[in-house]
T-cell receptor
Framework: GDSVTQMEGPVTLSEEAFLTINCTYT??????LFWYVQYPGEGLQLLLK?????DKGSNKGFEATYRKETTSFHLEKGSVQVSDSAVYFC??????????FGSGTQLTVLP | GAVVSQHPSWVICKSGTSVKIECRSL??????MFWYRQFPKQSLMLMAT?????????EQGVEKDKFLINHASLTLSTLTVTSAHPEDSSFYIC???????????FGPGTRLLVL
C-alpha cells in the first residue's frame, strides 16, 4: 500500500544552519506530495506541496522537489531560524486523495 | 483563506461521558472532512472520512459506534466520542477539503483528557 518514510528525529541545528529532512514514498500511480508543519500544541499547517514530477514547492524559504525517479520529496532550507522549531510531516495523497503521513521529524533550532 | 476551526480546543471529562468536537470550515465549502487522532510524539492516524450529507467511512479498527461522525452541512462536521474512557485521551484533529480540491486544510486540534 501507499506509505511515506521520513528521516527520524529529533534534529537539532544552530540558527542559520542548512536543513534537510529526507522523505521517500511508495505509491501506485503519481500522488501529490505535501509537507506540513506542526507547532507545539497546534494543528497542522500546510507548508508546501507539489502535484507532479519535477515540480518544486516552496514557502517561507523552504523548498522540496518532487523526484519521481527516486520517489523522494526532501525538505530543505538554506538558513533556519529559531522560529522554525516544530514537527515536520511529509505526506502523500493518492488517487483516493486521502493523506498518508510520515512519522514526523522534530526540529529544534538553537540560537 | 482556507481556515478550519475546531471547538473546543481542550476538554476534560469523566469516564463514561460523551464529548462532542466541532470542526468548521470558515471561508470555504468543505465537501469532505477528515478526522485524525494523534498520540504524543506520533504521526496522525486517519480515523474516518465524511462527505457532506452521507455516512462517514471509517478506517479499519475504528469503532463507528464509539466515534460518531456527522457532516450535516458544507461547513460543519462533528465527532462525538461516546462513553469515553481514559484510553480515548488523545489529540483529535480535523481537516477539510473543497470539492475537487487536492489539499486538506487542518484545524488546530482538540485535546481530550478522560479521567
Amino acid at each position: 500500500g501507499d506509505s511515506v518514510t521520513q528521516m527520524e528525529g529529533p534534529v537539532t541545528l544552530s540558527e542559520e544552519a542548512f536543513l534537510t529532512i529526507n522523505c521517500t514514498y511508495t505509491a501506485t500511480g503519481y500522488p501529490s506530495l505535501f509537507w506540513y508543519v506542526q507547532y507545539p500544541g497546534e494543528g497542522l499547517q500546510l507548508l508546501l506541496k507539489a502535484t507532479k514530477a519535477d515540480d518544486k514547492g516552496s514557502n517561507k524559504g523552504f523548498e522540496a522537489t518532487y523526484r519521481k525517479e527516486t520517489t523522494s520529496f526532501h525538505l530543505e532550507k538554506g538558513s533556519v531560524q529559531v522560529s522554525d522549531s516544530a514537527v515536520y510531516f511529509c505526506a502523500q495523497a493518492g488517487s483516493a486523495r486521502q493523506l498518508t503521513f510520515g512519522s514526523g521529524t522534530q526540529l529544534t533550532v538553537l540560537p | 483563506g482556507a481556515v478550519v476551526s475546531q471547538h473546543p480546543s481542550w476538554v476534560i471529562c469523566k469516564s463514561g461521558t460523551s464529548v462532542k468536537i466541532e470542526c468548521r470550515s470558515l471561508d470555504f465549502q468543505a465537501t469532505t472532512m477528515f478526522w485524525y487522532r494523534q498520540f504524543p510524539k506520533q504521526s496522525l492516524m486517519l480515523m474516518a472520512t465524511s462527505n457532506e450529507g452521507s455516512k462517514a467511512t471509517y478506517e479499519q479498527g475504528v469503532e463507528k459506534d464509539k466515534f460518531l461522525i456527522n457532516h450535516a452541512s458544507l461547513t460543519l462536521s462533528t465527532l462525538t466520542v461516546t462513553s469515553a474512557h481514559p484510553e480515548d485521551s488523545s489529540f483529535y484533529i480535523c481537516s477539510a477539503r473543497e470539492q475537487g480540491g487536492k489539499t486538506q486544510y487542518f484545524g488546530p486540534g482538540t485535546r481530550l483528557l478522560v479521567l
